[in-house]
């Protein structure tokens, strides 16, 4: 069972370089979120979708883009990296609203950008 | 706004003796609430739910709207409980609010 599978797991990034963050899932969930984890914080939400097609921000957007073409894909675009993107990325997936089914999560891809 | 605190980044216990791990929240609606625990090396999973009323694993988490609390606790520590630990809040809206989680360690 794949469950949520993110790559890469690591990256470095020069300031000002793109890049796409993948996440993919095998459980046919609806709802598909992307968190960002700064050392010593909690998880911030930066988009969420609740179906292909549908997508939405969530508390910190600025400086990303996503798309959800598939049920089971849901990249994280990032076009100009900067140094406050430094975090820990990770992606999750839910079979309907989180509050109700819980989340399941992917193993997280660790951004730095310098 | 909805807030979720937990106001110990670290806490040591002894095993076999008692573990609470604070959680306060914030929140004018009706909270449901979470904890989810990362092992080391994994990732990060449900550990269990208010609405459910679950014990899992021995720990078990009461929802306080007195004093706006969700304290995860277990009777008796084990090794393997040793994680950082998340409580988290659904405001009701298609997203959980994490605390900045406890990182619990069980000392032999």
């Known amino acids: 069972n794949a469950g949520v599978t993110q790559t890469p797991k690591f990256r470095i990034l020069k300031i000002g370089q793109s890049m796409t963050l993948q996440c993919a899932q095998d459980m046919n969930h609806n709802y598909m979120y992307w968190y960002r984890q700064d050392p010593g914080m909690g998880l911030k939400l930066i988009y969420y979708?609740?179906?292909?097609?549908?997508?939405d921000k969530g508390e910190v957007p600025n400086g990303y883009n996503v798309s959800r073409s598939t049920t089971e894909d849901f990249p994280l675009r990032l076009e100009l990296a900067a140094p406050s993107q430094t975090s820990v990325y990770f992606c999750a997936s839910s079979l309907g609203r989180g509050a109700n089914y819980g989340y399941t999560f992917g193993s997280g891809t660790r951004l730095t950008v310098v | 706004a909805q807030r979720v605190t937990q106001p110990e980044k670290l806490l040591s216990v002894f095993k076999g003796a008692p573990v609470e791990l604070k959680c306060n929240y914030s929140y004018s609606g009706s909270p449901e609430l979470f904890w989810y625990v990362q092992y080391s090396r994994q990732r990060l999973q449900l550990l269990l739910r208010?609405?459910s009323r679950e014990s899992i694993k021995g720990f078990t988490a009461d929802l306080n709207k007195g004093e706006t609390s969700f304290h995860l606790k277990k009777p008796f520590a084990q090794e393997e409980d040793s994680a950082m630990y998340y409580c988290a809040l659904a405001p009701g809206a298609n997203n959980l609010f994490f605390g900045t989680g406890t990182r619990l360690t069980v000392i032999p």
């Open positions: 208010h609405i």
């Open positions: 979708s609740v179906g292909a097609g549908i997508t």
